[in-house]
């Protein structure tokens, strides 16, 4: 799986050993605010998923490292959106990196790889209306918003960007073909 690098991140694959730090940010309850906390086994179950989508579709999540310290700070990727063939962008970082543009600067190398790499045609990214830090990076992607919907046991607003609205800025980006 590609490797993509930049100005402040590296995502990289993740793989078993990014358990432990995986399993804390999971159960984080104010990192997961929005989301569901997970279990040590949701967890589990979830980092496996990470590993086994890129093998079965050419995209997935990403462990997201900071450059200057080495360390995993979160995750940001691609998936399918519950119940759907829609492909969702989705994102958690750690509260140390929250405000800090990480959350958007992931993203954007996410969307780069699916419109570039991956070939997608669309992207979609849901959010909870109350989670307005989520809903600011969502717009700052040009994402457009298109309704509300129901996703993941919760009432959501629904964003998408198609490959031909989208309007890549220059923010560095290598990928790493491994």
């Given at each position: 799986?590609?490797e993509?690098?930049?100005?402040?991140?590296?995502?990289?694959?993740?793989?078993?050993?990014?358990?432990?730090?995986?399993?804390?940010l999971?159960?984080?309850?104010?990192?997961?605010?929005?989301?569901?906390?997970?279990?040590?086994?949701?967890?589990?179950?979830?980092?496996?998923?990470?590993?086994?989508?890129?093998?079965?579709?050419?995209f997935?999540?990403?462990?997201?490292?900071?450059?200057?310290?080495d360390?995993m700070?979160?995750?940001?990727?691609?998936?399918?959106?519950?119940?759907?063939?829609?492909?969702?962008?989705?994102?958690?970082?750690?509260?140390?990196?929250?405000?800090?543009g990480?959350?958007t600067?992931?993203?954007?190398?996410?969307?780069?790889?699916?419109?570039?790499?991956?070939?997608?045609?669309?992207?979609v990214?849901?959010?909870?209306?109350?989670?307005?830090?989520?809903?600011?990076?969502?717009?700052?992607?040009?994402?457009?918003?298109?309704?509300?919907?129901?996703?993941?046991?919760?009432?959501?607003?629904?964003?998408?960007?198609?490959?031909?609205?989208?309007?890549?800025?220059?923010?560095?980006?290598?990928?790493?073909?491994?």
């Open positions: 799986m590609p993509i690098e930049t100005a402040r991140l590296r995502l990289r694959d993740f793989n078993l050993n990014d358990f432990d730090y995986l399993f804390r999971y159960s984080d309850a104010e990192v997961m605010k929005y989301l569901l906390p997970r279990t040590r086994e949701q967890t589990q179950v979830s980092l496996s998923k990470h590993i086994q989508q890129w093998q079965l579709h050419n997935g999540m990403w462990a997201v490292i900071h450059k200057e310290t360390k700070i979160g995750r940001c990727g691609l998936g399918f959106l519950e119940n759907t063939p829609e492909v969702e962008l989705g994102y958690v970082f750690d509260k140390s990196c929250w405000n800090m990480i959350a600067e992931a993203s954007v190398a996410t969307l780069k790889f699916g419109f570039w790499e991956a070939k997608l045609n669309q992207i990214a849901i959010a909870d209306p109350e989670n307005i830090a989520s809903v600011r990076v969502i717009q700052k992607l040009g994402m457009k918003y298109e309704k509300n919907a129901h996703h993941y046991g919760h009432d959501v607003t629904y964003y998408a960007l198609t490959h031909t609205e989208w309007q890549p800025d220059d923010s560095l980006y290598i990928l790493k073909k491994s």
